[in-house]
């Protein structure tokens, strides 16, 4: 049965710490819905009522264009080992990217991970959980490091020309905000 609190409690925070990915919804007013998976370690807790987590450099870039028309956001977290468990996250978000003011007061919460582009600051409305009976059992072997790897290659300037070419607008066309002065 899903259970609904206002914010998280202790538990349900050690349980977010232990997962390897989570996943993302959001939607503008009209065109497609964005889910996206997330890991590499790059979600924390700040309170229990808000989360932030380090978004990289991907092959789109839905989730600040959906952000900058709607704020409504989804994080879903699955048990994939051990006991079943589903906890979503509902709220509003914020984006900031490198250049603005709050980026240089989130990013002490990440390690260095290149490509970082933009911070996603979850502010939690609602947290429901329900059973995960019908989520298989996955054992955890890595954490990949290809987007790592690509986007040191890449390096800084390498990084800011994708983002003009390719994370500019999302799929419907909305603006990300990603090259914005």
Request: aromatic residues 10%; proline residues 4%.
């Amino acid at each position: 049965m899903a259970k609904q609190y206002s914010q998280l409690t202790d538990d349900l925070s050690d349980f977010i710490r232990r997962q390897k990915i989570f996943f993302v919804g959001t939607a503008a007013s009209d065109g497609r819905v964005n889910v996206s998976p997330k890991g590499m370690d790059t979600l924390r807790i700040v309170s229990a009522n808000r989360v932030v987590w380090l978004n990289l450099t991907g092959s789109g870039n839905e989730t600040a264009a959906h952000l900058l028309e709607n704020n409504r956001i989804t994080l879903m977290f699955c048990s994939f080992e051990g006991a079943p468990l589903i906890l979503r996250l509902y709220g509003q978000a914020q984006v900031f990217h490198p250049r603005d003011a709050e980026w240089e007061c989130l990013i002490p919460f990440f390690m260095g991970i290149p490509g970082a582009r933009q911070i996603i600051d979850v502010s939690i409305d609602l947290v429901q959980t329900s059973c995960g009976w019908a989520v298989p059992l996955f054992d955890f072997k890595a954490e990949r490091d290809q987007l790592e790897k690509w986007a040191e290659n890449k390096g800084p300037e390498g990084i800011r020309k994708y983002w003009e070419e390719r994370n500019q607008q999302s799929i419907d066309g909305k603006p990300t905000g990603i090259g914005a002065k």
